[in-house]
């Protein structure tokens, strides 16, 4: 299970100061233990679907709503299955993004070679899962790519910026990493901390 994290804290924080939440319709995709499902819902969200591809996320998300007596619906599945459930005024996600070489050992967080398997597909689908006037407020590293995820939402056709950052020292899992990291030259050699960013998207009302 993924304890949520500084990425879970600085996208909660940017959900909080983006306003909006009263009332929508939230996905919360990767959702974890429901941590950013329940920080939605506990903003007035009017209704809150969380999905994750481990069963025992979805229970301890389940738990965590239901305990706190949440608008939240947890469910097993990935993209495909949230698309089914759209559109939603607002999508949240703190996806698997950490690069790793070879097999992706541990679903939390690794994401293929350069970070991306999880977060690519869900930026091309945005358009599709949000609603006209809608965002999206996802969190990744600078070793995954901020530029790569700003062109890939903007040739979509939705706004995209970095709206939080926060520099924190390496965690176990990126200290694993450093030989991979530094010879893919995702990172500088030597690096030992990361900037985490949240990037937000935003559905335009009308197609330009
Ligand atoms: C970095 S954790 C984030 C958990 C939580 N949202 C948080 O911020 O604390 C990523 C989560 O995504 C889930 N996950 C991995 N690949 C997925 C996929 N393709 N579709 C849905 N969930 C996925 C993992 O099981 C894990 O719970």
């Not at 977060?119 to 790519?145: K, M, Q, R, Y």
Request: hydrophobic share 40%; net charge neutral.
């Amino acid at each position: 299970m993924y304890r949520p994290q500084e990425d879970s804290y600085l996208l909660a924080g940017a959900l909080a100061d983006a306003g909006g939440t009263k009332g929508a319709k939230v996905l919360d995709f990767c959702t974890g233990t429901g941590f950013l499902a329940v920080n939605a819902a506990m903003l007035g969200a009017s209704s809150v679907t969380a999905f994750d591809i481990n069963p025992r996320a979805v229970f301890s998300a389940r738990v965590n709503a239901w305990s706190r007596r949440l608008p939240i619906r947890a469910r097993q599945g990935g993209l495909d299955e949230a698309l089914r459930h759209g559109p939603f005024d607002i999508v949240l996600s703190n996806p698997p993004y950490v690069p790793c070489d070879g097999e992706n050992r541990d679903p939390r967080w690794d994401a293929g070679a350069d970070g991306r398997c999880v977060l690519d597909p869900l930026c091309d689908s945005l358009p599709t899962l949000l609603t006209p006037g809608g965002f999206a407020l996802i969190v990744h590293s600078e070793f995954t790519g901020v530029e790569a995820t700003l062109s890939r939402l903007r040739e979509a056709d939705l706004k995209a910026s970095v709206v939080a950052r926060s520099r924190i020292p390496f965690g176990p899992v990126l200290r694993n990493r450093t030989d991979y990291l530094y010879s893919s030259q995702l990172a500088e050699p030597g690096a030992l901390t990361e900037e985490v960013v949240v990037v937000r998207a935003d559905r335009p009302r009308t197609r330009s």
